[in-house]
């Protein structure tokens, strides 16, 4: 069973709408963690990283939680842009052997 | 660009053959990720090293795959004697260090094996 899980797998969304991303994960001890945006064909590009001390974390319309105890994180989007299709990629962080457990990604368009 | 660099960016090549993949860390970086991703999946670790140093490989590196880092700077990825199973995109990703140092990926090479 995959360490990380995320839900939905993919979601189609008009412009101008929000919309949340879930990722719920099993890593134990937990050091960090992160989500990436990957467009088709191209890398992922980290969009934020947490410590398991932060429960929130913003970059741009592009806002991250985390809930340690339920292990448990999201990322919101708000007012999505076309440009915001793409894979979102929850990534969790052992502790210890700093090993990145990578969730399969959210499948996000964004339709005109 | 001082990014993470990968080249080539896509190979085609015919079951049976050698391929090689190079990776260019972002210059400061002293660790250096290969992961390999399927379509609609994450990628998933095969190797890193800390400078020239292969540290950990991953058991879905197996004795086909090589990868070196000779100078501690860019990397290469081999395959031998590929399989159609190979086909996947190979990411490369590079850090400072370890614990919440970010990394970062570069393009990566899609591999499609005929």
């Known amino acids: 069973k995959n360490q990380v899980e995320q839900s939905p797998q993919s979601l189609i969304i008009l412009e101008g709408k929000n919309c949340t991303l879930q990722?719920?994960?099993?890593?134990?001890?937990?050091?960090?963690l992160r989500w990436y945006k990957q467009d088709t064909g191209r890398g992922p590009v980290s969009l934020t990283i947490m410590t398991f001390s932060e429960n929130t974390k913003s970059n741009g319309r592009y806002t991250a939680t985390l809930d340690a105890d339920t292990k448990q994180s999201s990322l919101h989007i708000t007012a999505s842009q076309l440009s915001d299709s793409a894979s979102y990629i929850c990534v969790v962080s052992h502790y210890g052997n700093n090993r990145l457990a990578f969730g399969k990604g959210n499948q996000v368009v964004v339709i005109p | 660009d001082t990014g993470v660099s990968q080249n080539p960016r896509h190979k085609i090549t015919k079951r049976g053959q050698n391929v090689t993949f190079r990776c260019d860390p972002i210059s400061e970086h002293n660790r250096l990720y290969w992961y390999r991703q399927t379509l609609g999946q994450g990628p998933e670790f095969l190797t890193y090293f800390q400078n020239e140093a292969q540290l950990e490989k991953s058991r879905l590196l197996s004795d086909r795959f090589s990868a070196e880092r000779p100078k501690g700077s860019f990397s290469t990825l081999e395959i031998q004697r590929t399989e159609q199973g190979d086909s996947a995109m190979y990411l490369c990703?590079?850090?400072?260090?370890?614990?919440?140092?970010?990394?970062?990926f570069g393009p990566g090479t899609r591999l499609t094996v005929t």
């Open positions: 990703a590079s850090s400072r260090g370890q614990g919440k140092h970010e990394q970062y």
């Open positions: 990722c719920n994960y099993t890593v134990s001890p937990f050091s960090n």
